[in-house]
């Protein structure tokens, strides 16, 4: 599984597709998605926009970031 940030316009909430193993792909808002919290507490990773692959720091720092 990973998570993937999807485009984002001023104001707008932070929005993820979660790309299961399968390659099922679930959207969603992780400011209040605990399991996306505990993924990355896990060493789990995160693409951001443009595909670039963060590494699990710079994931945990993005999303200290988060409102």
């Known amino acids: ?35 996306f919290q505990e993924y990355l507490k896990n060493g789990g990773q995160l693409e951001d926009a443009d595909g670039n692959l963060m590494t699990a720091e710079q994931a945990k720092a993005y999303v200290k970031e988060l409102p």
Do not use: N, S, V
């Open 1 to 35: 599984m990973i998570y993937k940030m999807l485009p984002k316009q001023e104001g707008e909430l932070q929005i993820f597709a979660r790309i299961d193993d399968d390659g099922k792909c679930r959207l969603t808002c992780i400011q209040d998605h605990p399991e």
